[in-house]
């Protein structure tokens, strides 16, 4: 957000003030203190004008300047109402050097999930990508994924939703006390880096939120269904203030995962390049990886996908 926009609203967010004494406080002028409320109506700000001066009434819209207004997170946000995939256009920005920087789009046309699967990514939805640049070596990026899914966790749990995570990274609200769930939200995390460090590292989050569940895959729920509409302007900034909570603190990652999962304690089957493997689902390693209890003893998996078996 341009830095003088944002004063004006963290101004008469708090009640009316008078072009002149804006323009005296931000030393510019009366007109180009018009100018700058004139835009911010203009991206949806509903600024009133009375006898006392300027006042913002409401934050009503949902773009990359009122996600901005109010986030108490280091991150700049381009907005998007439609877009091929959040994720490409950060990994594109990423290569030119951004950091800190959020891609949030209404709707996505071209959205993909892990091993390039189609997701739907309608509007109503909350499509983000986020670009990092953290200083870590490769074999603690998997901890981003995992700190994005109890972020993600955490809005929608805020939110009302009795949202937990299935291993690695998918958020799911479940349906039993047996393992059986339904997706909320999915994670797809892309990184660029060398043996010893990160270039750069692209967490892309898609949340089901104000869809009806008649528009999502028949495994698939979203927070209407389950809690009624959410504010997404508000969810984005709680979803990215927790992430940021979190990645500042990665040592903190893997316990709050372990808090909010659905996996452990479950038997499931995780498919991998090499084979299947079948086990209890018994911990976390402290890079994300899940151990297994199998017939033929403890396995640790680094990677797969993870399906809860049902009990015989």
């Not at 323009?23 to 835009?39: D, G, N, P």
């Not at 079948?278 to 390693?285: E, I, K, L, N």
Request: net charge negative; proline share 4%.
């Amino acid at each position: 957000m341009h830095e003088t926009r944002r004063a004006i609203l963290e101004a008469i967010a708090d009640g009316p003030v008078s072009g002149p004494d804006l323009a005296e406080a931000l030393e510019i002028s009366r007109a180009a203190v018009w100018k700058h409320v004139e835009e911010l109506r203009e991206a949806g700000f509903e600024v009133e004008s009375g006898p006392g001066g300027y006042e913002l009434l409401e934050v009503g819209t949902y773009n990359g300047e009122a996600v901005e207004f109010g986030l108490e997170a280091p991150f700049d946000v381009e907005y998007h109402d439609s877009i091929r995939s959040t994720n490409d256009r950060a990994r594109e920005l990423a290569g030119e050097g951004v950091a800190d920087l959020a891609v949030l789009a209404d709707e996505q046309v071209g959205g993909r999930g892990r091993l390039e699967r189609a997701w739907t990514a309608p509007s109503g939805g909350v499509w983000v990508s986020v670009v990092n640049r953290p200083t870590v070596a490769p074999a603690q990026a998997p901890l981003f994924t995992l700190a994005a899914s109890v972020a993600t966790a955490r809005a929608a749990r805020e939110a009302g939703v009795d949202a937990r995570i299935k291993w690695p990274n998918d958020v799911v609200v479940p349906l039993d006390d047996e393992g059986a769930y339904e997706k909320l939200a999915g994670i797809l995390t892309e990184m660029e880096g060398e043996t010893d460090r990160v270039e750069w590292l692209v967490v892309g989050i898609g949340v089901n939120a104000n869809i009806d569940a008649d528009d999502l895959p028949e495994t698939a729920t979203s927070i209407r269904e389950e809690a009624g509409d959410v504010d997404r302007r508000l969810f984005v900034q709680r979803l990215l203030e927790a992430f940021d909570d979190l990645r500042s603190d990665l040592e903190s990652v893997v316990p709050a995962w372990c808090d909010l999962s659905l996996t452990l304690g479950q038997r499931v089957r995780v498919d991998r390049p090499s084979k299947a493997v079948v086990g209890d689902a018994v911990d976390v390693t402290d890079a994300g990886a899940l151990v297994l209890e199998t017939d033929d003893g403890r396995v640790t998996v680094t990677a797969g996908d993870c399906e809860h078996l049902r009990p015989v």
